[in-house]
């Protein structure tokens, strides 16, 4: 009778302990699926304010242009916002149909040419 009693003490404490460790298996895969953690991101957008200006511009040297006359500009491009900025100013040369004369007055085909030529100061970066 001993004999049975300590099978059945055995068997008894065998299905607790397995039924301990299920528990605890089914406890931690529980854990660890419904487990969160919450994080928030916090983005700055910078401030950039650009704005183009010719101090040194009067509209009356804009006027009456004749071959060879330099008409002076002077954009400027300035940043007040509080970021720096990488800026780009686009030149658009005009191109026309036109015909020429050589020095000694005889005429050229008709072909597109450029209507005027420009330079770029010290400090910008010409970007073909």
Known sequence: MTNIREK??????????????????????????VDRDQVTNHFTV?????????PNWNPSNGADITPNKVVKKDPK???????DAFVFMSVKVPK????????????NAA???DLFTYSVNTGWKLIK
């Open 111 to 113: 072909a597109n040419q």
């Open 77 to 83: 491009i300035t940043n007040d916002g509080a970021n």
């Open 46 to 54: 910078g401030y950039i304010e650009i704005s183009v200006s010719e």
């Open 96 to 107: 026309a149909n036109v015909k020429t004369a050589n020095a000694d007055g005889t005429l």
């Open 8 to 33: 059945i003490s055995g068997r008894k404490n065998l299905i607790i302990a397995g039924a301990l460790i299920a528990l605890m298996a089914i406890s931690s895969t529980f854990a660890y699926f």
